[in-house]
Nanobody, 123 residues
Framework: AHLTESGGGLVQAGGSLRLSCAAS????????MGWFRQAPGKEREFVAR????????TYADSVKGRFTISRDNAKNTAFLLMNILKPEDTAVYYC?????????????????WGQGTQVTVSS
């Protein structure tokens, strides 16, 4: 299985970015998808999760109301739309796939990971 993130970059505070996660080598629709991020010197943290058929979404409190996670099973792709970006959102963003039955935010429960895409928000 392979997950490939794209869409990261440098943006000013208050701006927007849309990340994409293209999946291959797995049956995309049987996996819930999550986004995580890791800033320098910090642990990887949960950002958002979407169910197998877009039937639910879950967000970290720090991004609720600003970020939107979605997926397109026909295109084997998940998305993270990030609005009103803040300097504290600066991190490497990873997408991950979870085939388990629980709506977990624990990164250890996710089976497949992408290589990450850098998001930098300037003040």
């Amino acid at each position: 299985a392979h997950l490939t993130e794209s869409g990261g970059g440098l943006v000013q505070a208050g701006g927007s970015l849309r990340l994409s996660c293209a999946a291959s080598g797995l049956t995309f629709s049987v996996y819930a998808m999550g986004w995580f991020r890791q800033a320098p010197g910090k642990e990887r943290e949960f950002v958002a999760r979407v169910g197998r058929r877009n039937e639910y979404t879950t967000y970290a409190d720090s991004v609720k109301g600003r970020f939107t996670i979605s997926r397109d099973n026909a295109k084997n792709t998940a998305f993270l739309l990030m609005n009103i970006l803040k300097p504290e959102d600066t991190a490497v963003y990873y997408c991950a796939a979870d085939g388990g039955p629980l709506r977990t935010t624990d990164p250890d429960e996710y089976e497949y990971w992408g290589q990450g895409t850098q998001v930098t928000v300037s003040s």
